[in-house]
């Protein structure tokens, strides 16, 4: 893998809900397979998750129509419980996850480093609509 030009994408939402259930449904497969896909026509029908360093975690992302999926899966390199994540996915790519404990909202920050084969804007444009599933499924609970 190329290393050198990485682009890194920001995006970020803040949930209506301490820092404590925000975590949770973050981090727990139960959840995650309630959240962790783009569109409507997608899912997420498996996850598992070994939030330690060292630990493995796998979403399973599928199209409805069974048409195309894919396991996204990756390594810990860091967890600091209630404020960070960071993660290697296993095509090499380095993930961070910030969590802000603001009272009774919680603010998301997630850089990852773009792929190289999708315009970085689709890139963006998809880890932004996961994460505005996640605060929609989070403060409906």
């Known amino acids: 893998m190329e290393t050198s030009n990485k682009v890194t994408i920001t995006v970020e939402t803040t949930v209506q809900k301490p ?3 925000v ?3 973050w981090t727990e497969p139960q959840h995650t397979t309630k959240w962790n896909f783009a569109s409507d026509d997608w899912h997420a029908p498996k996850a598992e998750n070994d ?3 060292g630990g493995r975690f796998l979403t399973r992302m599928e199209a ?3 048409s195309f999926g894919f396991d ?3 390594v810990y390199d860091e967890v ?3 404020e960070y994540i960071s993660y290697t996915i296993d095509d090499g790519r380095k993930v ?5 404990n603001n009272e009774n909202n919680t603010k998301v920050i997630e850089k990852f480093e773009a792929e ?4 970085t804007e689709m890139q963006e444009a998809g880890w932004q609509a996961i994460l505005d599933n996640f605060k929609t499924y989070s403060e409906n609970l």
């Open 51 to 53: 939030l330690r360093v």
């Open 64 to 66: 409805k129509d069974g």
């Open 96 to 100: 961070e996850i910030t969590f802000i």
């Open 19 to 21: 820092v404590a259930k």
């Open 116 to 119: 190289g084969s999708n315009p």
């Open 23 to 25: 975590w949770k449904y």
């Open 72 to 74: 996204f899966s990756g």
């Open 80 to 82: 600091k419980i209630h």
